[in-house]
């Protein structure tokens, strides 16, 4: 899986596929079709609530954003509520979901080479802005791509000079495109738990499937000395470069990060509901963090570092019931308005699975003022034995 995606498989691997099969005109409107549908897959995956929530963390984390008042302008009250002002709504929907649905369109589609410059204009503006913000998570040379490739596909071999659709050779070809670009987008929103996003292109809309790991007393410093990882952690780099304190403040930012969002809402909330008190003794961590570390690459696709990947950590480590806790939030299907969750104890496999409302992650605030939100689980009693068997270890231990 991870050198898979992390060869960006998903963006290369059908443009390949068009460039051996097809004639040069074909392929010059074939790449056009597929990055179009990478646009347009973006712009339907920020369609929803999370995206909102993405653009006050990341423009109060730009590097040029120094004015507080500015800042403040992206919540509905910088003090007291941190969900997203109607600012970031715009921004989010405006200058983000919008352009990235008629600006393709225009490319595409535009014989007038000035609808097409328009087109060109907006979404390159909308890369650059992207890129001027330093955001976490996004591969800015994809951005800077796509700069590249705008005017080079759509203005070297425009549409009115005959690369345009209606000039493919063959209703065939036209299929074959079809087929080749729009399955995996398609599975992908209605059943993002078996397609990473990167092929489903939901890319940066906030609505991703994600970890959160709680580490018991000496539990990470465990996993730091003994997983073979591809490289130095980066508490330990951190502590080198601002001294220990500071590298654990930093840390704990990205928790703080994640809990800006909708997903970090309900993981944390998993948290709370599951290790009560005892939460105030565990260390949490991203499972970003973890897997980027242990594998040597993560691009915020929490496949990467779900149960699967939680089961290779514990024949490792051998962790003790309750030693280690994590949470998996799945990404929102499309036609549906909840999301998935699952418990694991490392030591004892998944806990529970169940479901949350979307609309009960997206407005409680990022601190659970009102306690965890509401969960539904798929079977409460199905994992019992599992459960009692950790709470009377951890029993014997505190004893």
Not at 90 to 115: K, M, Q, Y
Not at 139 to 158: D, Q, R, S
Request: net charge neutral; glycine share 8%.
């Amino acid at each position: 899986q991870v050198p898979f995606l992390a060869a960006r498989a998903d963006q290369y691997l059908p443009l390949l596929l068009f460039g051996v099969v097809l004639g040069p005109v074909d392929f010059m409107i074939a790449a056009k079709c597929f990055i179009v549908v990478v646009w347009m897959g973006a712009a339907i995956a920020k369609i929803g609530p999370h995206f909102s929530y993405v653009i006050g963390p990341m423009m109060s984390s730009t590097p040029y954003m120094v004015f507080p008042k500015i800042n403040r302008l992206f919540y509905r009250d910088a003090r007291n509520d941190l969900n997203p002002s109607r600012v970031s709504h715009l921004i989010g929907h405006g200058l983000g979901t919008v352009v990235e649905i008629v600006s393709p369109l225009l490319l595409l589609f535009a014989v007038d080479p000035v609808l097409a410059a328009i087109g060109a204009v907006m979404i390159m503006g909308m890369h650059v802005f992207i890129t001027s913000t330093i955001p976490l998570a996004v591969p800015i040379e994809w951005n800077i791509h796509f700069l590249v490739i705008t005017p080079l596909l759509f203005f070297g071999f425009p549409a009115w000079d005959g690369f345009g659709v209606g000039d493919l050779s063959s209703p065939w070809v036209a299929l074959f495109i079809a087929l080749v670009v729009l399955p995996l987008p398609i599975l992908g929103n209605l059943r993002p738990d078996i397609v990473s996003f990167l092929f489903a292109m939901r890319q940066y809309s906030g609505n991703w499937a994600t970890t959160m790991w709680a580490f018991g007393p000496n539990a990470l410093r465990r996993l730091y000395d003994e997983f073979p990882a591809a490289t130095g952690n980066q508490e330990d780099v951190l502590a080198k470069l601002y001294g220990e304190e500071a590298a654990v403040k930093l840390l704990e930012k990205a928790i703080a990060f994640r809990s800006m969002h909708s997903q970090g809402r309900a993981m944390l909330s998993l948290l709370v509901r599951e290790l009560g008190d005892d939460l105030e003794k565990y260390t949490l961590r991203e499972g970003e963090n973890i897997c980027g570390w242990a594998l040597g690459w993560n691009f915020g696709d929490g496949h990467l570092h779900g149960p699967h990947f939680m089961h290779t950590v514990q024949k490792h480590m051998n962790y003790a019931p309750g030693e280690v806790v994590a949470v998996c939030v799945e990404s929102q299907p499309i036609h549906r308005a909840t999301q998935r969750y699952t418990v694991v104890d490392l030591a004892l496999g998944v806990i529970e699975e169940g479901t949350f409302r979307v609309r009960d992650a997206v407005s409680t605030q990022p601190w659970l003022p009102d306690g965890p939100i509401p969960f539904s689980p798929d079977a409460p009693y199905r994992n019992r034995a599992l459960v009692f068997e950790r709470e009377r270890v951890s029993r014997k231990e505190r004893i």
